[in-house]
T-cell receptor, first 112, second 115 residues
Framework: DTGVSQDPRHKITKRGQNVTFRCDPISEHNRLYWYRQTLGQGPEFLTYFQNEAQLEKSRLLSDRFSAERPKGSFSTLEIQRTEQGDSAMYLC??????????FGQGTRLTVV | KNQVEQSPQSLIILEGKNCTLQCNYTVSPFSNLRWYKQDTGRGPVSLTIMTFSENTKSNGRYTATLDADTKQSSLHITASQLSDSASYICVVRRESGGGADGLTFGKGTHLIIQP
C-alpha cells in the first residue's frame, strides 16, 4: 500500500496518560500535515512539516502536544497528560509541495 | 477572515435520487477548491479539484461547479447509491505566502442515502 499510513487506528487511554501516534507519508512527499477532527466538524489544522522542519503550529496545539519528523519521513504526534477534550480523530496528510494532499485513515483517540 | 461555509449541514435522500451540495467561501487569494468524500471513521478522499478558470468538472456521477466571481461551488450527485452515504467536505486553498497549509476546510455536509 503506497498511501498515507497511520498507526494505531484506534486508541483508548485514561485521562492523564501520554499517547503517541505515528504517520508514514507517501514516500516522495516532502510535506506532512497533522489535523484534528471532532464529530460533525471539518479537520482543523494542527501543524505542518516541510521535510524535517516544523514550519508552523496552530494555537490549537497546546504545550501538551508535540510533533516530530526527525528524518523527514515518518512523523509522530505525542499528547502528554491527555484530557477528555483531546478525544477526536487525528488525521495525517502528505503532499508534494502544493499539490494534492492525501489523507491517512486517521487515529481515533478516546480519552476516558 | 478565510472561511468556508457548507450547506445543508445534513441531507437525507432516497436511493436513485439526485442532490446538490453547496459551498461558499471567502478565502483569498484563491488557488483551488477541492471536494472530498469522507466515509465514517476514515480519512477524506479527493473527488475533484476546481481551479479559477474551471466552471464545471465531472467525476463519474459527481459533477462540481465553480463560480469564482460569487465564490460559490456546488457538488451534484446523480442517481445516488447507498455507498454515497458519507460526509462531503469542501476545501479551499489560498495562494502560497499566507500560512503553512493554505487550506481552509468546511464543516462538511453529512449525506445519508436511504434504500
Amino acid at each position: 500500500d503506497t498511501g498515507v499510513s497511520q498507526d494505531p487506528r484506534h486508541k483508548i487511554t485514561k485521562r492523564g496518560q501520554n499517547v503517541t501516534f505515528r504517520c508514514d507519508p507517501i514516500s516522495e512527499h516532502n510535506r506532512l500535515y497533522w489535523y484534528r477532527q471532532t464529530l460533525g466538524q471539518g479537520p482543523e489544522f494542527l501543524t505542518y512539516f516541510q521535510n524535517e522542519a516544523q514550519l508552523e503550529k496552530s494555537r490549537l496545539l497546546s504545550d501538551r502536544f508535540s510533533a516530530e519528523r526527525p528524518k523527514g519521513s515518518f512523523s509522530t504526534l505525542e499528547i502528554q497528560r491527555t484530557e477528555q477534550g483531546d478525544s477526536a480523530m487525528y488525521l495525517c496528510a502528505s503532499s508534494y509541495k502544493d499539490t494534492e494532499a492525501f489523507f491517512g485513515q486517521g487515529t481515533r483517540l478516546t480519552v476516558v | 477572515k478565510n472561511q468556508v461555509e457548507q450547506s445543508p449541514q445534513s441531507l437525507i435522500i432516497l436511493e436513485g435520487k439526485n442532490c446538490t451540495l453547496q459551498c461558499n467561501y471567502t478565502v483569498s487569494p484563491f488557488s483551488n477548491l477541492r471536494w472530498y468524500k469522507q466515509d465514517t471513521g476514515r480519512g477524506p478522499v479527493s473527488l475533484t479539484i476546481m481551479t479559477f478558470s474551471e466552471n464545471t468538472k465531472s467525476n463519474g456521477r459527481y459533477t462540481a461547479t465553480l463560480d469564482a466571481d460569487t465564490k460559490q461551488s456546488s457538488l451534484h450527485i446523480t442517481a445516488s447509491q447507498l455507498s454515497d452515504s458519507a460526509s462531503y467536505i469542501c476545501v479551499v486553498r489560498r495562494e502560497s505566502g499566507g500560512g503553512a497549509d493554505g487550506l481552509t476546510f468546511g464543516k462538511g455536509t453529512h449525506l445519508i442515502i436511504q434504500p
